[in-house]
């Protein structure tokens, strides 16, 4: 039988995935070169996500030891929880004492940062990792910051750290501090801070091209919440919007979560309710509001994790436990999590050949 074109077999091989591509490695030299090439891991991604069918979201707990769900498959109840979980390798030689913090995910591939002393990029779909060099250290008191996006322009995977700090009574002088490490360069670099009164923080969100962070506006005795943007690019911050005017910006407790390209806010009213509103452009939608009778008991609050292709919420309770949460048919579902540790932190990843490695492919060929 002749042989097809490569070009064919690479177009046949990319709407294939993962985990089949990883067995057909040892096909042959070939197929394993393919496979390994850069160019033919952005395609592979781009035919998997754009497959209305296929399924490549999964979400990655910082439990002791590591673990990834197939929360799909879950919020669909297909299986029973040992099926759709798999527990994970820590990435590197150095198996963490007792702390993992998320930094980032985007393509495929998370930031974590482990016991604050090594920090890695991983493929967990591909186990593939690279131990960052270790940045300048922050100031322990502060507002802390992360993200990890790509650069489209430049073909670069960038992770962002920020600090900000008060110093003094009141805000008589503060201190910021942005850095940015380019996987391409491997390296770091401190650039300006945008706005003397916007505390942002927490985990950065991604939606066409750039991340996004919740910030805190001082207007005198005043705090409003804002979304900042970073753009990857230009390495530049902007104020894109506030938060619906529904939410109480004094007392609400509030983090941000996208779905696909769309911003989405989740917030504890303090008022026995809990909502997420969507941006779409310049304004807001709510999307669902839970009483807290409803909600399980926790000791702190719920935080939003992710979605499901039908439209349920993945949430997290107290770091102990995952709950899907149907808006069609007001009910939950849970999610039992086995943990050496205290609690657990969750991010939605994509499996896909993206590798942490910038030159990895050209070794085979």
Excluded at 90 to 108: Q, R
Aim: aromatic share 14%.
């Amino acid at each position: 039988m002749a042989k097809l074109p490569q070009d064919i077999v690479a177009d046949i091989l990319s709407r294939l995935p993962v985990k089949s591509l990883l067995r057909f490695k040892c096909v042959s030299k070939p197929w394993f070169s393919l496979i390994s090439d850069s160019q033919f891991a952005k395609t592979q991604l781009k035919q998997a996500k754009s497959d209305c069918n296929g399924n490549i979201r999964r979400v990655l707990l910082t439990t002791s030891p590591l673990q990834s769900i197939d929360y799909e498959a879950f919020g669909f109840g297909d299986g029973s929880d040992s099926n759709i979980t798999v527990q994970l390798g820590y990435p590197g030689e150095k198996v963490p004492e007792d702390d993992a913090d998320i930094i980032g995910s985007c393509n495929g591939l998370v930031c974590i940062d482990f016991d604050s002393t090594n920090m890695v990029l991983w493929n967990p779909s591909t186990r593939v990792s690279r131990e960052l060099p270790r940045p300048a250290p922050f100031p322990e008191q502060g507002t802390f910051f992360d993200g990890l996006g790509y650069d489209t322009s430049g073909d670069d995977y960038k992770v962002i750290r920020g600090f900000i700090s008060t110093i003094g009574n009141g805000n008589v002088s503060r201190e910021t501090k942005v850095q940015v490490f380019s996987l391409k360069n491997n390296s770091w670099k401190e650039i300006q801070y945008f706005h003397a009164r916007i505390d942002i923080y927490g985990l950065g969100v991604l939606s066409n091209g750039k991340l996004h962070w919740l910030g805190i506006l001082e207007n005198g005795s005043n705090k409003n919440y804002a979304i900042v943007s970073f753009d990857l690019t230009e390495e530049r911050f902007t104020e894109v919007a506030s938060l619906p005017e529904h939410i109480d910006q004094t007392t609400s407790v509030v983090n941000l979560r996208n779905w696909g390209d769309r911003i989405v806010v989740f917030n504890d009213q303090r008022d026995g309710s809990f909502e997420a509103w969507e941006m779409k452009e310049s304004s807001w939608t709510r999307l669902f509001s839970i009483s807290r009778d409803k909600f399980p008991e926790y000791e702190y609050y719920p935080t939003l994790i992710g979605f499901t292709k039908d439209g349920k919420f993945l949430l997290g309770s107290d770091g102990r436990e995952l709950v899907f949460y149907s808006t069609k048919e007001d009910t939950f579902r849970y999610f039992e999590i086995y943990d050496e540790w205290r609690w657990f932190e969750g991010v939605i990843y994509e499996e896909s050949l993206v590798s942490p490695i910038v030159d990895e492919a050209s070794k085979f060929k």
